[in-house]
């Protein structure tokens, strides 16, 4: 007996109709994005290594694979400083012509080549500004947990210096008003960590997340110096006004304002704009929704005993 | 002095010895996976390339390499449903070898072979509906969420976009009969995103979740249209009903019922075979595990104010 | 008209200052690492061979290229039991470089080789109790979950497989005296699956964690046997004890002791060193911080129904 | 005793003072090209992708990843074409801007970006007709070899087919005015198969290079149909006028016209600007340097005996 | 003043245009390979790795990334074997598939399948004469080079050792009847060395090649034991009979006969079915079609002396 | 009908018996290298990655991937050159330690990496005299090829230069001292360009090779300064002394000296210790083993027609 390998008939036939279904542009025209010949594309890989050499050059000899002595120290700053603007610039660049909206013909490609170089290099000259911060991030992280060996095992290991670094990175391009790619930069964070930071909040120093799986921080969010979370904690918006249309005006305030030297508890979700007063303590899987007063110390209500008949369950 | 490099005779020894123990088939008979000549395995690489396709293909010009132009829509849709179905039909046969438990002889491998391509081409053919379907849940996602700047920037980076795609490839596969790969698929979108959606699950249209990590929805869920949820929540089982050898009986409906138009928030724990009801909004970090009916609000009680007096806790 | 396209003066003026300021010792002698030449470097990318090529090791056929027979299985422990030795040997060697503070004339840097070396062997030598004892994690997930269709689906897609795994292999690390290699290795499970077992912790036998997004167990916590988690668990640290200078005193005993066959379900929260007694089921979204005694049932206070009237919130 | 792993002050030095020699623009001024910011670099990673995806829509089916099947032949040609326009536009471009001597603000870049696409455009309009030719190579080699099995041993294994395609290519590109790229793309052919091809060479239908290896053929030589070479036949130049400054000029004609249907055996060395009449018969290893009349048969003088003494040599 | 970036209508209907013509089948019928769906193809990636593992397991410790130790030596060779044996019938499997003029309905794949199966365990059997052979050649280029310090550097680095590999692998494969594979292999080692030994002729013990750039050794050669052949000494054909239809008979034997203990100088072409008598020496350059005595010195007819007047030339 | 796909019994067999006589070591004592454990082993790809690196340092701008501007300039050598000496140091080490017939114990380490150390940093020390050198050979290039348009193509392009690149970096290392490294790099480009020059031969400066392929240049040759050779030269041995066991003596000078301004042909073959005069040129395809004076000009003797009556050859 003879097999036939071929795919028959009707299996080919199948295809061919769907692809004609599939490139009909009925069908796709809400979730396409045209891209317009000569424009770079945003590249999630090139964004990785965008934020790998920046983590190299804030954290010299922990990432990358240098070798750090202090004779060449100089050097690697300069080649990848120099490799950083030129990738950036491009993603940059990348991030304009993405979201743009523009016909072609009423685009100044030279022009706008030359806006993402200066926005890449306000960015370059604000990485020392960022080292400054990330050392009292990294202090507080070192300081506050009893398991952490030393300042090498956080900033080498901690999942939070990774959120918290791509988030001061992204926070930052987005105030110099670079689209889109502020986002993905804080979404690769949030894959690796589980951690969520919109990059449009706004953070003070000496911040710390511990473990930090399920944390979310909204994008109206403001949170002082100090300010220590636990995994799952949110600290998100509770309802948002609606226009005419019933959609959700945007950009109004309404995540939480976090003063100074507050600790969050895992689990425990924030939501709206009120305020927890400084040096307040905010016990685990609570639920607030109200303002909380400084100084203040708040945990869930009392559990309660049950009794169950049935197997495995509760 | 001279130094000795070679490991010594001890460790040579201790080596050899634990190679023998490791290749002794009573030590691993219950954790190994026997490979059979000549069938394929299931890839996780190949998987991801699978993924990453048909997101190509339902999201044009998002994903891939690609740079889409209206002029050659239809040729890419081709190129890359002909690789897919290839790429698909080998790894829906490595899936059938896996879990089967026949002997070589007992096999008709032409025959599954060709069944595997059926498999992969009704799939296929239903890749239109899932791009129609994910469209609502897009266009959810985009009118949902106040920091949404487009929806480019939901299907290019929401975490939430990724995991239901995956969930919708996964869950048609395992309607099809596709054993095990419908489950990794969903697994690669849990690591991913921190999104755990089992392929079974039924979801209805413009379902939306937002940041996402810690969801968990259950095989047994059902779940209506329009349904949103928030970070942290879980949709599971309370207990289940064990066989005379007190093992869980499988199959048994024993997740949660979420109708249409229902918000759950963050953190909120949802057990067992109950009904929430329509128009119905859960608070976040409750613990339910009742029927809720349609159009409820419902709370976590009121946390309480504590006195500490120890240093850095609660 | 012509166009400039070299970036000016201004922009390569500004990235000179910067590189600067980024090379000057004050700015980054707190988060930087001087890595002495010829010493190898701790590599994410060989510790993830390294735990690859153990779970290939541990779970024969599942994982790797390879594709097991009986008569051949020697054969392959032999040759990856060889790689792993030569791999782990040099990166237990990089961590001990790594957290080395002796000046470089202090180091014998032969004997530290032939003690990493030893350390490898030893860590092999325990690689069939770790198979046995993951042997009784994998039946417990399989009988645990009605949704677990084979104890191979278990074994190849269930991320708490990957992270116990990845747990007890770190832990051993540890026990042996390995310095930070440990930490790495828990930390790439805790991106992978969403769950933070610190290596430090004690688990016993039959051990599972289902879904496991947002698990974190602290580093003097310890486990019974059969002792089961759902997601966004923590068994953390309520408060430390302050040293003198108001930092932590590390190393005490500050997470809970989970007796067993102990179940906790999603996202209770279980603070400081207290116990939960055997056999007893926590419900979830919890917040314990007091012991719990043996065969004890605790959930959540009941949730409160409420009204809001604004648009999409609660 | 204590060693001292790390480099001391004497090779640092060294190095040091090296890096300054090497920095000095008086060492380097005739050996580096300086890169202008924002245009693209000839790649010959791109370049080698050009060349197989060349290939790949010349003989479809036989190099690239695809399987052809003739309903998908055309939207694989279209994909193709279309990545092809985009890489060959862009090195296209390299081309132009790395040859250029102009200063920055001279140049028009979106002028020149519009004229590499035209380029390119022009060099796939031409495709049809490299295939045509190519196809009486194929045939030509395959009638002429007594030990090739097929046409598709001959297109898939033969390295004449290889650098005639890529002298194909580099000729063409190179009468539309490309600079650089089709030097690039003889080379690589060059230093894959031994045969050096001038891409300014005019060479007619049906020619066929046996074995290849060594085989120079020079840029202004002249080759007609039905041509054969054996490997190591050159074709080269004898001597070149000098200008006034006794520097060769460039351009003057200097190599052979080989007429139709000649062969030329291995090794043969034919200098010059002379004709090679058509029918001829050049045996191997003999040097030629005047005019040889139509139908002539050449070989070299007699070789003569000789005796020697000594050990292993002549 | 703005610019168009976009390509314009008369370049995408050049593309599409030429899309039409290179997807006309009449223009591609001679140059296509059609791909039966399930066949594997021909992959030189794959080749590559068969040829790299085939040297590893003969010249063990060499190639490969293998730290070759006596204790491990037995599961290397398993374990190398093994992987050979995979993917070795895949692609004599693809070789067989290739050639195929047969109907996909008159295949018995399966069958096929499994006489690839028993073509790899047949060529595997064959290893340890290849490598007892290659022994004899290494040692051969071992003595009979000066410059040779040792027998790694021979083994390590010498092209000829890597070429007669390949032509011993892939004749073997040829006498086994594997059809395509060999002419890859041979053409492999032809690419990397400059050496093109055709898999049918038939060689003997000791032999070994200096340099080796531009030799060719035709299909119907055969070369005794213990013969040495310099760079860029052909043994082809001179002439061949032609068909009725004037194409050349197939399987001719055409090429020399080159007995014992021979040595043949560099660029030596040695034409026609003759025969070099044991012993001989055959000088450089020298253009040789008919029979040599045995222990025969050959060398090219003396040089003359000339003068020149012009330039750079001769 | 079932099929059977599992390899039967008679093919493992056959393949078990193999490995054994495979693992016998008498089979495979001649060659194979016996590693030890914690040396690094020669590795072609590092050695390709020094080539590159120390090729973009001697011809900035061209190779690697950075794009050259003046103000980065000193960043980028100091970059290249540091991790030149890293890469550089452990292959030297790799050499040093698989030339080495010591027994372990009687090895001093870290003495032998400080002197790979101290010979990578003399390696680079020379440099900056190697780019020098080449600039020379650039020249030649340039100035002798009416075909280059520039420079910059010579740099790019030419074989020539990146086979004499090689050579030099290689020469310096042999004179330096190292082992087996610099047979390595010259066969590197042998096989890339045809050309083998080995790395003991002496060279003076201006030296050009013109297309190249077959060039053979003998260890003991010495080259005076602008020498131009055209391919298939070769410079080798006529003979060379036999021990009294019948074996070559290495490290006799048997090689030609070739004095200043010399030209020689394609396929010229110049063999023994003889002396080619100063301002000679040498016709192609010439057989030298005598000296010839200074001035000279030498061809072949007149080639002959002769009449053949059979079809395709000659």
Redesign the interface.
Known sequence: ???????DH???Q??????K???D?K??D??????????P??STEKLARIVNMVRE??????FGN??????????????Y???L??LL?EQILAGLC??CDKQ???????ER??FA??LA??F??Y??EI??I??TD??AAF???????????V?????AIRAISNYRIAHRLLELGV??IP??IG?MA?????I?I?P?AQIGESFTID?G??V?I??TCIIGNNVKL???V?L???????DEH???????P?HPIVEDNV?I?????I??RITIGKNS?I???????NNVPPD?????????????S?????
């Open positions: 007996m003879k097999i036939k390998m071929q795919s009707t299996i080919l199948k295809i061919n109709q769907t692809v279904q599939l490139a542009p069908t796709y809400m979730v396409c994005h045209e891209h317009r010949l000569g424009e594309l945003p050059i804030l954290f010299p000899g922990y240098t070798s750090l002595r202090p004779d060449t120290i100089r050097h690697y700053m300069g080649v400083v120099d490799e603007f030129e610039s993405f979201t072609p013909e009423e685009i100044d490609m030279p080549n030359r170089q200066e290099a306000d370059i000259a990485l020392p080292r400054r990330l050392v990294v202090e300081v506050g947990d009893p398991a952490a060996k030393s300042r090498s095992e900033i080498y290991c901690y999942p689209p889109l986002r993905i979404e949030h894959s690796e960590t589980g969520d919109h449009k473990h799986t399920g979310v909204g994008s636990y995994q799952g949110t998100g918006a509770k309802s948002f006004p609606l019933g959609n959700p005006i945007k950009g109004v309404r600790i508890y895992a689990q425990a979700t939501l709206g303590v016990g685990g899987n609570v639920w607030v929704t203040s110390k708040i945990v869930q209500s009392k559990a309660r005993e049950t009794a169950f049935d197997g495995g369950g509760i």
